[in-house]
T-cell receptor
Framework: GEDVEQSLFLSVREGDSSVINCTYT??????LYWYKQEPGAGLQLLTY?????DMKQDQRLTVLLNKKDKHLSLRIADTQTGDSAIYFC????????????FGRGTSLIVHP | EAGVAQSPRYKIIEKRQSVAFWCNPI?????LYWYQQILGQGPKLLIQ????????DSQLPKDRFSAERLKGVDSTLKIQPAKLEDSAVYLC????????????????FGPGTRLTVT
């Protein structure tokens, strides 16, 4: 099975908050990441969180980490149409590497 | 600052043909990565270079895939012969130093090459 699991789709109204959830498997992961992929483009790192943190806020983005449940979430406040994209959760691979292992991605659709 | 460049952007070939992809990383980035992203999945690392040496190619199907990074700058990824299941987007990424050990450095991704094998 997948190391990192996410729901495939999320639809929200413009101006609402979006919450994208993710579960991961490797409790030794040092970093957890959120990437954004727009159509026809490569991945762009949105934010990351160290495993010893519970929360990280960066403008409209809030990342919550529950290490006990191996659950990561990304909240986007005041979601805009430009936020429509695929969002990938990732954990760093074990063995001292910081290379991300990606989930399948959540397709966020923002409608007016 | 120019980003990671890849070419071609799209390629359609028949199975059993050969294909090559090219990547030019961000200037000064020592580490280069090739990922395969199959439709509906997240990217999977194929190979990682540190300068012109291979750091990790454990997930590269070496019977048909090869990659090189001559002179530690540009890189090419080749598939020979291609199979239907190789249809995917091939992403190149680069970072300042290796994502291993002493610290983490952000990977910057190129736009990818979309390969369709018919």
């Amino acid at each position: 099975g997948e190391d990192v699991e996410q729901s495939l789709f999320l639809s929200v109204r413009e101006g609402d908050s979006s919450v994208i959830n993710c579960t991961y498997t490797d409790s030794s992961s040092t970093y957890l990441y959120w990437y954004k992929q727009e159509p026809g483009a490569g991945l762009q790192l949105l934010t990351y969180i160290f495993s010893n943190m519970d929360m990280k806020q960066d403008q409209r983005l809030t990342v919550l980490l529950n290490k006990k449940d191996k659950h990561l979430s990304l909240r986007i406040a005041d979601t805009q149409t430009g936020d429509s994209a695929i969002y990938f959760c990732a954990e760093n691979r074990s063995g001292g590497s910081y290379i991300p292992t990606f989930g399948r991605g959540t397709s966020l659709i923002v409608h007016p | 600052e120019a980003g990671v460049a890849q070419s071609p952007r799209y390629k359609i070939i028949e199975k059993r043909q050969s294909v090559a992809f090219w990547c030019n990383p961000i200037s000064g980035h020592a580490t280069l990565y090739w990922y395969q992203q199959i439709l509906g999945q997240g990217p999977k690392l194929l190979i990682q270079f540190q300068n012109n040496g291979v750091v990790d190619d454990s997930q590269l199907p070496k019977d048909r895939f090869s990659a090189e990074r001559l002179k530690g700058v540009d890189s090419t990824l080749k598939i020979q012969p291609a199979k239907l299941e190789d249809s995917a987007v091939y992403l190149c990424a680069s970072s300042l130093v290796s994502s291993r050990g002493t610290g983490w450095y952000e990977q910057y991704f190129g736009p990818g090459t979309r390969l369709t094998v018919t």
